[in-house]
């Protein structure tokens, strides 16, 4: 992570950064935001931590789930107003026609994503996959991470065995044996790294895919709770720019939320960029899915949605303009 503050970083903090937490004296506003133990959450739990969500008349609920897939679904089925969701669960809503949006992007990895595997199932190289079996989570960033790295090195997908798990599931299949390969994202990829020792052979993207994690909600939201929405990114912003300064403060904030041991996040915190704003990147990234998703399918690439009919840049714009770098 570049930990050289910009101006954009320093004017957030000291605007923001000293001024009195406890803020409005009538009524706070529930929200509910679902997010996961990913490391690109920390704003999230640094903001609730120092009370920067309360500072704009908010009661934040924060729930916590083992994928961004399952926090999307919490918004979906009516129980979350938010949640943190990396960009292929929104690509298969796109496709369904399921009224998803992104508010904005909190922050992108390279790193994140992950394929694990045991050396003593006879894997040295990856072309040593072959025959093997991968444990992936369904519909998920893994599982495009896994089908692109493949692609990459030639290897079809029959010539091996793919096995659906669940996000606890992969650790512990790769642990015990029952896989001999899996593709996850941190903080699993820290704890199975941990756990084999010597054993475990990583395989990174190698700039195949870039891992970003958003804040998103229904479109039916948008309109009714557009001054909440900014109200919530506002103090995401102000987070952030204190965790780029404070990492320390960040990762203990993060560790008391997901009560995962600080170590958990201190290994990866140097591959995150903590960066709240929209870009034409995560519009690249989701119609690449989406292609990959239609023809997993049978389906024409024709079908590929217009990505920004889910994209509702206008909290973003009225907190943070210089942030949208979107081409429209």
Known sequence: MNLRPTFIVLLFFFCFGCGDTTGPTGPLQPVTIATSTVALSSSIYLAQKKGFFKAEGLDVTVEIHSAGRLALQQVLDGKADLCTVAETPVAHAAVNGTPVVILATLGHSDKNTQLICRKDRGIATVQ????????????????????????????????????????????????????????????????????????????????????????????????????????????????????????????????????LPPEDFREVWDTMAFDIGLDQALIMSLEAESRWILRSQGKSDDATPNFLKYIAPEALDKVAPHANRLIR
């Open 128 to 259: 040593d996959l072959r025959g093997k079996r991968i444990g992936v989570v369904k519909g998920t960033s893994a599982e495009f991470f896994l089908s692109s790295y493949l692609l990459f090195k030639g290897i079809p997908s029959e010539a091996l065995q793919i096995v659906y798990l669940t996000p606890a599931e992969v650790p512990e299949a790769l642990v015990n044996g029952t896989v001999d390969a899996g593709a996850t994202w941190d903080p699993i990829t820290v704890q199975i790294r941990r756990k084999l020792g010597d054993n475990a052979l990583v395989f990174h993207s190698e700039g195949l895919y870039g891992f970003r994690w958003n804040l998103a909600t229904s479109a039916d939201l948008v309109k009714p709770k557009a001054e909440t929405f900014q109200k919530v990114l506002r103090a995401l912003l102000r987070a952030t720019a204190e965790l780029k300064i404070k990492n320390d403060e960040a990762i203990a904030a993060s560790t008391e939320y997901t009560r």
